[in-house]
Nanobody, 116 residues
Framework: QVQLVESGGGLVQPGGSLRLSCAAS????????MGWYRQAPGKQREFVAT???????NSADSVRGRFTISRDNAKNTVYLQMNSLKPEDTALYYC??????????WGQGTQVTVSS
């Protein structure tokens, strides 16, 4: 089992920045990939960014160049630095961990609202 706890969401004006954190605990050694997904009201959950144990990253076209995913293995924590935020980035952001056996674990979500 893997437990994930997100933090760092909030209300920010367009053009602003936020940094999300996701702390993992439990069966840490089983995690192969960690990432972020988001779900806006009335829409399906969508991929935002992922990072592998080796540090390889991938991100959605809609956030590339504005969002950066990183991880601190010593703290078992993944971060999502979000810059140049837009109103369309407003969503509930979920942390995800995928294990080497392709099990998926999810955090409870943290709300990001971009509004003036």
């Amino acid at each position: 089992q893997v437990q994930l706890v997100e933090s760092g969401g909030g209300l920010v004006q367009p053009g602003g920045s936020l940094r999300l954190s996701c702390a993992a605990s439990g069966s840490i050694r089983s995690i192969a990939v960690m990432g972020w997904y988001r779900q806006a009201p009335g829409k399906q959950r969508e991929f935002v960014a992922t990072i592998t144990n080796g540090g390889r990253t991938n991100s959605a076209d809609s956030v590339r160049g504005r969002f950066t995913i990183s991880r601190d293995n010593a703290k078992n924590t993944v971060y999502l630095q979000m810059n140049s935020l837009k109103p369309e980035d407003t969503a509930l952001y979920y942390c995800n961990a995928r294990t080497i056996t392709t099990l998926h674990y999810w955090g409870q979500g943290t709300q990001v609202t971009v509004s003036s």
